[in-house]
């Protein structure tokens, strides 16, 4: 699924490197020169995608573990300070898109600003205030719960627009692989569908809205935290953090509850006495070592609720490698009679998690033959 192209203008490759560098203030006009084509749009969707691409190229990681933008301050600075029509959208544009109140503030005194120097408004400013409306939610994604798509409607004003998101699950909280801005959506939900339908590890639902809004908002942090602004530098069409500050404007207007992020907590003893006691419930009688099981599982179980969103019955090829070749030998510090009972309890596992989940045959069978597969991995580690 291609987007529809919003927003700043792609960078293009440079064939000869200037001997000097632009000066700041060429940079922030340049800047402002963005804005020029929107201020005779009626919709200020455009204006918005822009400013939050220039949001985004600033955004860091704040002490709380989460974003903030200030660094966008300096070039609010210079729009207030020199009034223009570009400025002036740009200003009424990152007022409404900004991330922190801190932005959000500065550019709404620079708007006065600007319109006590006599400058006319946008035409689209009045629309910057209509009610910003849930429309649909779909969520695409593999069967095992390893990432998904999440598409999220909005309408203002009786126009449809949508924000999508590639997610990584496997995480505390999730992490946003890439985010675009749809101006379009007519067929997509029977496009996605149709995609489902053809590969039986993959699923899609229409999910309710606030839900599929947390899944985004929440992912975003993690991702400015892992990627920086920029997830993908060698790739010129990656949009990067273009439209987080998008993301956050869509989730203030239909005033959804803060996110909690989960900076992770121990396991509750008592959480993996109910997956050992569950587990040994139904697999107990194939087991040689039912001791060696507990133990094994009690780590399956902390694996996934601690570093797994809490997740700690779950299964998929990507989490079986990472709890045996990576978890197991930094963390488990496992005994020698659980370290020998793996390949038993781990196909146990395999084909209980997948029963309790309803996996359909497709995934037991690809769950089985990457089972095969990190066992042999597994085995070569811890061949004495």
């Not at 993908?232 to 404007?249: I, K, N, T």
């Not at 020698?336 to 009972?341: C, L, W």
Request: some cysteine.
């Amino acid at each position: 699924m291609s987007p529809v192209s919003r927003g700043r203008t792609k960078k293009k490759n440079k064939t000869k490197k200037s001997s000097r560098e632009p000066s700041l203030k060429q940079i922030y006009a340049g800047v402002v020169d963005e804005f020029a084509g929107t201020i005779s749009e009626t919709d200020p969707l455009n204006a918005e995608a822009i400013a939050s691409s220039i949001v985004g190229d600033a955004l860091r990681m704040s002490d709380d573990y989460e974003v903030e933008d200030l660094g966008t301050l300096p070039l609010i600075g210079y729009a207030s300070g020199r009034p223009s029509r570009p400025g002036l959208a740009l200003l009424r544009a990152v007022a409404a898109v900004g991330i922190t109140p801190e932005l959000r503030q500065a550019a709404a005194e620079g708007v006065q600003a600007v319109l006590s120097a006599g400058i006319a408004d946008l035409p689209w400013a009045g629309a910057l205030d209509a009610p910003i409306e849930a429309g649909n939610c779909w969520q695409m994604g593999d069967v095992f719960g390893d990432s998904c798509m999440v598409v999220a409607e909005f309408v203002r004003n009786g126009q449809r627009h949508a924000i999508s998101g590639h997610l990584g699950l496997d995480g505390l909280n999730g992490l946003a692989e890439e985010i675009n801005l749809l101006d379009k959506t007519d067929g997509l939900a029977a496009e996605l569908a149709g995609l489902a339908e053809e590969d039986p590890l993959q699923f899609f639902q229409e999910i309710e809205h606030a839900a599929g809004m947390r899944l985004l908002r929440r992912s975003i942090p993690a991702a400015v935290d892992y990627y920086g602004v920029d997830p993908d530098p060698e790739e010129p069409d990656s949009p990067g953090a273009s439209y987080y500050g998008l993301l956050y404007a869509r989730y203030r207007a239909l005033g959804l509850p803060a996110v909690v992020v989960d900076e992770g907590s121990p396991m509750p003893p008592e959480v993996g006495d109910q997956v050992v006691a569950d587990f040994l419930a139904a697999k107990s009688d194939g087991l040689p070592d039912v001791e060696a099981a507990k133990e094994l599982i009690r780590h399956l179980a902390t694996f996934g609720f601690e570093l797994d969103a809490l997740r700690p019955v779950r299964v998929s090829p990507v989490k079986t490698a990472g709890f045996l070749l990576a978890y197991v030998p930094e963390v488990a510090n496992l005994s020698d009679q659980a370290i020998s009972a793996v390949p038993t309890v781990m196909e146990a596992w395999t084909e209980w998690v997948a029963d309790q989940r309803k996996l359909p045959i497709e995934a037991v069978r690809t769950l089985r033959s990457e089972l095969t597969e990190v066992l042999a991995e597994f085995a070569k580690a811890h061949r004495k």
